[in-house]
């Protein structure tokens, strides 16, 4: 059943409890706290994904992808907190014990519930629309809570000692962490079911706190600062992100309604947002006008006014914000940049214009390389190809996105149309050629 909902950027599709949101500052947030973390011959491409629920919970299913709740942000009272639960996640992924946690799963009823939320999970990159959040179907809490199939206890435990060896290592406090294990351990103390479900799945709060303890009295003895979140020398507060997740939360008219301080910055920033959720563009653009004076080359705010200026309709001015957002961000190739860089191409559809058209083709090719599994970048591809009369491309395109969505009819016939065009580029003949090879692998 498709529900109407909450949105970070353009617009959602959302369904029942959970949504599986992407926004592009609050992963780059992410992105950056991650990479402070872990040390640099321990990283992947780890990917962090937010949940919109408001339960402290993060899990992995195995991917390069960390699943974040909203409730988990706005429940942690520092960077620490958060990084400590990043890394534990992490430490999961690079102890590899997703693969015995499988292995595990396939005999055991809450396979099927994982096979679900996996693959609701992964097809958010294919549904997914630019900078949009798009909403997912997981299911109920309880399959939430039961989807990162159950670690042992030793893997468990062998995670927290990864994550604090990490912390160690890159001089991050454990008082966050400390206190919030405290709290727990309390709470556990008081309820037989405690609502922290991330805990739940986890050793007890109180072992987990005497392991800190331990570790902080041995290596972490003298004060830590706070770790700061930078980008081109703005502070990213988490009392910033906070806000944002809460514009995006909350009913925007009663947003509207709040009372509040004026000058201050976050109040007109939830006060900009809501503005713009319900459709007063011009005001929004006005105040974002205003708001933009608090940070130098912000990329963030100009794609803001690139979506503003999308839902006007004034694509050549969206299509401005876009490129000053990707043009000023200090990294060029991040998932962040990337999200940036579908909101663009998607305006340049819009605009039907050939250059436009040809200059979203090279960009989505460009894209395809970091995110072949993305299905919607194949949509968008074999649309932009089709309006410029590119009927082999687009038929590729196509069978490429079937292809991921495992309709192994579809693509075959898709691959079948591109080679009856007379202009199919060789390199996308030899695409087709690796689609049907890959159709009869998955057979």
């Known amino acids: ?46 990917h962090p994904r937010l949940i919109l629920n408001n339960n402290y919970n993060a899990f992995v299913t195995g991917t ?66 630019a900078n949009s959040a798009i909403g997912l179907l997981i299911g109920s809490n309880d399959l939430a809570k039961k989807s ?19 912390m160690i290592k890159k001089n991050i406090s454990l008082k966050g962490l400390e206190i919030l294990l405290t709290n727990l351990s309390n709470e556990e103390l008081f309820k037989k079911n405690t609502s922290s479900n ?27 600062v706070e770790k700061q979140v930078l980008i081109n020398e703005n502070k990213i507060s988490l009392r910033y992100i906070k806000t944002k997740i809460k514009a995006y939360s909350m009913d925007p008219f009663k ?65 401005k914000g876009y490129k000053k957002a990707i043009q000023i961000f200090p990294e060029v190739f991040t998932p962040s940049t990337d999200l940036i860089k579908v909101s663009l191409v998607k305006t340049y559809l ?17 894209l395809l390389i970091n995110n072949p599994n993305w299905s919607y970048l194949w949509r968008l591809l074999a649309k932009s190809s089709g309006k410029l009369n590119n009927k082999g491309i687009s038929y590729i395109a196509l069978a490429e996105e079937a292809l991921i969505k495992k309709n192994f009819i579809k693509a075959e016939k898709y691959v079948g149309l591109a080679n009856k065009q007379a202009d199919l580029p060789l390199s996308y003949k030899l695409r087709g050629s690796d689609i049907l090879a ?6």
């Open 1 to 46: 059943m498709l529900l109407s909902s909450i949105s970070f950027s353009n617009h959602v599709h959302s369904a029942q409890k959970f949504h599986l949101v992407r926004d592009a500052e609050i992963e780059y947030f992410l992105y950056k706290l991650i990479k402070s973390t872990i040390d640099e011959n321990k990283k992947k491409n780890f």
């Open 64 to 129: 390069n992808k960390i699943y974040i709740n909203t409730g988990l942000i706005n429940k942690s009272n520092s960077f620490s907190e958060i990084q400590a639960i990043l890394a534990h996640e992490i430490g999961h992924l690079v102890l590899n014990h997703h693969s015995t946690r499988l292995i595990n799963a396939r005999n055991t009823s809450n396979y099927s519930k994982f096979a679900t939320l996996a693959g609701l999970a992964l097809s958010a990159n294919n549904k997914l629309d």
């Open 148 to 166: 990162s199939l159950q670690f042992s206890r030793i893997q468990e435990q062998q995670a927290d000692r990864f994550a604090l060896d990490q």
């Open 198 to 224: 991330y805990y739940r799945s986890h050793p007890f709060s109180k072992q987990r706190l005497e392991q800190l303890k331990r570790y902080k009295l041995k290596y972490q003895n003298a004060p830590v």
């Open 255 to 319: 947003t509207l309604k709040m009372e509040g301080n004026k000058n201050d910055f976050l109040v007109n920033y939830l006060k900009l947002i809501a503005l713009y959720r319900v459709g007063k563009y011009d005001l929004a653009n006005k105040k974002l006008e205003t708001i933009k004076n608090n940070y130098k080359n912000y990329p963030f705010f100009y794609e803001l006014q690139g979506d503003i200026n999308y839902k006007k309709g004034e694509f050549k001015n969206a299509i």
């Open 350 to 366: 819009q605009t039907n214009d050939k250059n436009n058209l040809s200059i979203s083709i090279n960009l989505l090719e460009e």
């Open 438 to 443: 890959r159709i009869k692998i998955n057979k």
